[in-house]
């Protein structure tokens, strides 16, 4: 007989992007990956819409297995990646405010 699993626990998880998109407008978010809590397990990837979530370069912590990070000028703010990290895996992803980033990193947000 088929296992009964329960995956209501999944259901404010959106679904894995189906295509690649592109951005539009300035968002009013940007996804920060905290590399620290980060696994790199890779779940979160495959959420993005515009595909812009990558592995940091292996130089840059020297193990097998590095965190993930988000190239910001092209993430669309859509949190979906925030979600499915927070859902499934170590809630290692936070959204934070698109001038509040500008301000903290330094960097420009088209
Ligand atoms: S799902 Fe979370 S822990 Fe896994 S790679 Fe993405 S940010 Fe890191
Ligand atoms: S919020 Fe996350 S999933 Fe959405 S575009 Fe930005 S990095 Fe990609």
């Known amino acids: 007989m088929a296992k009964n699993y329960n995956y209501d626990h999944y259901k404010s998880v959106g679904e894995p992007a189906t295509k690649v998109g592109f951005k539009k407008k300035r968002p009013k978010s940007v996804a920060v990956v905290d590399e620290d809590n980060c696994t790199?397990?890779?779940?979160?990837i495959p959420f993005c819409p515009v595909d812009c979530i990558e592995p940091v370069p292996s130089e840059k912590y020297g193990i097998?297995?590095?965190?993930v990070q988000v190239r910001h000028d092209e993430c669309i703010g859509c949190q979906l990646c925030a979600k499915a990290c927070t859902a499934l895996t170590w809630d290692a992803i936070r959204m934070i405010e698109t001038d509040e980033f500008e301000e903290v990193y330094e960097a420009e947000i088209s």
């Open 64 to 67: 097998p297995i590095p965190p």
């Open 40 to 44: 790199g397990c890779q779940v979160c």
